[in-house]
Structures are given as structure tokens and as C-alpha cells.
């Protein structure tokens, strides 16, 4: 009997270990009828909502473009906007399925704080934007300067290990949300405004005098930021993974909003699989054969989307960088899709 017992306990054990988690956050959406998305408050080019309360951005395209790929409509997208300090609970509670929030991918997040990072959507690093009138050409020029930042982000420690490394005296003020940030800076309460670099540029733009300030060339930290679903739910986490590649790889294979439904009828099969005219690659998430092609037509490609609200056809004409498809100098690589 007791061998038995022990079998058996063995058994359950195993069992357990085994058996796949009890969340089912693809099943909830289709069953809602809606992505319910973690965005920003507001930051010009990733997202930022006009008056209508009309969603735009890098960010928001992105929860467009898993919509797409779950509900085959880029528009049953439910944008939560999110303080810095309120974007992870709000993940972790299940008010939001989808965190897409300028959100930088570290360990600590990745691991303990019951949620995943599902990749690299764009490669930034924390900068520093002063007024001209400071007369400052360098971050190594900052010595008793006072910085303004958000609290609940990984630039407070960036920016101590930064001036502590360069021995410079600093006083830092952090605010809850960007709005109160940018104001602080327009109104002179601090010297300079400290976060990504991208946001950065975003922010000057909503300065009352743009013009009246610069963003320093330093970069002082790596800042992966991408979009992050709760633990425990492997095949949402493949779904959202899996768009993000997606996008990449549209772009490699020169498939865009404009011609990806001739692209259906392509003579080169791996491009009819790849947008679901042949097999169905779908399946195994759970999503209709035509996922990609649902994608592409909904918000374009990778490159697409960083043009439009981030690169040259935006009001920030931030270059590609880093951020460029592996193949033309950047770091974009996605695993193929077969």
C-alpha cells in the first residue's frame, strides 16, 4: 500500500507539472469580442490619444496588430491608458491582457513580477534633454544640476549609477506620470528631463518652445522595450509573440499594407504560406489561417508601423538605428515562420 501511495502521489505530482495553465486569455478575447490593451498616457508617436479619443502610435499599433491576428479586426482594441506606477498591476490584475507601454524588458521584470516579455519591438536607451540656456554640451556637464523623471521606471537607477560612476552631484525629482514630468521642465523646476531617449524626442515637441531645448548625445543604458503578457498562459504568450515576428519578417519579405493582398496570389510559396493562401500556421495558436494577412492589411509591416509614427513620415524623424532589419545594419531579426 504504501508503495502504491507513493506511486500514486508521484503520478499527481507529475500530472500537475504537466498540465497547462488554467488562464485562457486568447479564449476571454474571443469570447469579450475585444484586446483589452495597456498603453500610455500619452506620448506622442508610441500612444497618444486626440481630442475624438482616437488612439495613435507605434504602441497602439501594435495592440491593433494583435487584434488583428485574434479578432481579425484591428479596431476591437479597448486602450487602458496606464501610469508608469500602475502598468504592472494592472497587467498582473487581468484588467489588461496586453501590456504594449514603452516598458523596458529586465530581469527582475521578467522573472519576478508574474510576467513575460515577448520580445524587442524597439531598442532605446536612456538620454538627456536640457534647456540651450543651460550652456551645456555633455551629460559629463551636469555636475549639480536638478533632473526630472517618473517614478516606477529603470531610469532613477540608471542615473545614479551614471553620476555616481562620473562622481557628479545630482538632485533628482520623479513624478507619476510623464504630463506632470514635461510641465515640471516646461516651467523650469528642473534642469533636465531624463527617460528613453525616443521619448525624449516625443516629449520636446509638446514643449511650450521646442526649440528651447536639446537632447544630449549621451546614452547611458540598454532599454529593450516590448510588449509583456502575464505568466502562466504559454499560448497567448505564443500569439503575441508570434505577431511581433510577424511584422519583421513582413518587412524582410517586402510584404506591405499596400500590396499584401496580390501577395496572396505570389508565385513564391513560402509567401503564400507565410500570408495563409497555402497551409495554415495558425492552427497551433488557436488563430485562423489568415492571422499575417489579417495583420499586414491592418497596420503594414514592422518598418511600416516605425515610419509612420516614429521614423520619417512622423513628426519625431527618428532614424532607424539600431532598429533597422538585420540585413540593412540594424538588430530586427525574427525567427522564420514554417
Known sequence: MKRKSILALLLASAALTAAPALADTLSTIKERGKLS??????????SNADDKGHWTGFDADFCRAVAAAVLGDPE??????????ARFAALQSGEVDLLSRQTTWTQSRDTGMGMRFVGTV??????????????????????????????????????????????????????????????????????????????LYSQRLVLSDPDSSMVLPEIISKEPLGPAVRQGDDRWFSVVRWTLFALINAEE?????????????????????????????????????????????????????FDRNLGKGSPLKIDRGINALWNAGGLMYAPPIR
Open 37 to 46: 490593451c495597456g498603453v500610455s498616457e500619452g506620448i506622442l508617436g508610441f
Open 76 to 85: 476591437k482594441v479597448n486602450f487602458v491608458p496606464l501610469s508608469t506606477k
Open 122 to 199: 524597439y531598442y532605446d536607451g536612456q538620454g538627456f534633454m536640457v534647456k540651450k540656456s543651460l550652456g551645456v554640451k555633455s551629460a559629463e556637464e551636469l555636475s549639480g544640476a536638478t533632473l526630472c523623471t517618473e517614478t516606477g521606471t529603470t531610469t532613477e537607477m540608471n542615473a545614479a549609477d551614471y553620476f555616481k560612476a562620473n562622481n557628479i552631484k545630482y538632485d533628482i525629482i520623479s513624478f507619476e506620470k510623464a504630463d506632470e514630468t514635461v510641465s515640471a521642465f516646461n516651467k523650469d523646476r528642473c534642469d533636465v528631463y531624463t527617460t528613453d531617449a525616443s521619448a
Open 253 to 305: 519579405l517586402g510584404i506591405t499594407r499596400e500590396n499584401v493582398t496580390a501577395e496572396m496570389e505570389s508565385d513564391n510559396p513560402s509567401i503564400r504560406r507565410f500570408l495563409g493562401a497555402e497551409g495554415n500556421s495558425g492552427e497551433s495558436m488557436g488563430l485562423d489561417q489568415r492571422w499575417i494577412y489579417n495583420i499586414v492589411a491592418a497596420t503594414g509591416n514592422y518598418g511600416e508601423m
